[in-house]
């Protein structure tokens, strides 16, 4: 049973163009989650996601930052004009139904220049 | 801003004594915790968990202890070795509209094992 898988690793973008973030969870997982994680910070909420359903998006910024996660294929994060301020490591976690532990993959990096 | 905090941003401590991480959280409606290893260059891995039914669950050389009284956290890990260095994270999740909440992260603690 493969973990959270999410690519690619690293993602060099820009300024200005688009990165698009891809994770595929758990098998039988419905829930995704998105997190933004700074060098020596901790994880920042961004999404949470149900098939075809976005439960909770308080984490996510107001414009260029949106996220789906489709009844066919991977979640997907998209970041729109990628600023520098954009370049962090985003990890994707998923879970099962009912309050269980999620699980993460290895996380993109972006980078913007 | 965030309701979880750590005490300590940083630990060192030497090859087989324990090592007691803590964590303190704001949110009384919490129900759900969870402990986190985070190495370097990888993404969190899941350590332990507890609901708020319970004050202690023990693992495999971890205890996780929780204090609902003054909204505290705390990892143990018994005999710590160098593989365990590493950033520790607790997080909490809340159950809204009978559903799963999302993970609040705090700060992390580092934990520096040594020799």
């Known amino acids: 049973n493969a973990g959270v898988m999410q690519n690619p690793r690293h993602l060099v973008r820009r300024r200005g163009q688009e990165a698009r973030l891809r994770c595929s969870p758990m098998?039988?997982?419905?829930?995704v989650y998105w997190y933004r994680q700074l060098p020596e910070e901790g994880l920042k909420f961004m999404v949470y996601?149900?098939?075809?359903?976005?439960?909770?998006e308080s984490g996510m910024p107001k414009e260029r930052f949106s996220a789906e996660f489709p009844k066919e294929g991977p979640s997907i994060l998209r970041i729109q004009q990628v600023v520098r301020g954009d370049s962090a490591a985003y990890f994707c976690?998923?879970?099962?139904?009912?309050?269980?532990?999620?699980?993460f993959g290895q996380g993109t990096r972006l980078t913007v220049v | 801003g965030e309701s979880v905090g750590l005490h300590l941003p940083t630990l060192s401590v030497q090859e087989g004594d324990n090592s007691i991480i803590n964590c303190a959280y704001s949110n009384s409606a919490s129900d759900y915790f969870i402990w986190y290893k985070q190495e370097s260059g990888k993404g969190p891995q899941f350590i332990i968990d507890?609901?708020?039914?319970?004050d202690k669950r023990q693992g495999q050389r971890v205890t996780v202890l929780l204090n609902k009284t003054v909204k505290h956290l705390s990892l143990q890990i018994a005999a710590t070795q160098p593989g365990d260095s590493a950033v520790f994270f607790c997080a909490e999740n809340y159950i809204y509209g009978g559903s799963q909440g999302n993970l609040i992260f705090g700060k992390g603690t580092k934990l520096s094992v040594k020799p």
């Open positions: 996601l149900q098939k075809e359903n976005i439960i909770d």
């Open positions: 976690a998923s879970s099962g139904t009912g309050v269980t532990e999620a699980f």
């Open positions: 507890i609901r708020s039914n319970m």
């Open positions: 098998k039988g997982h419905s829930h």
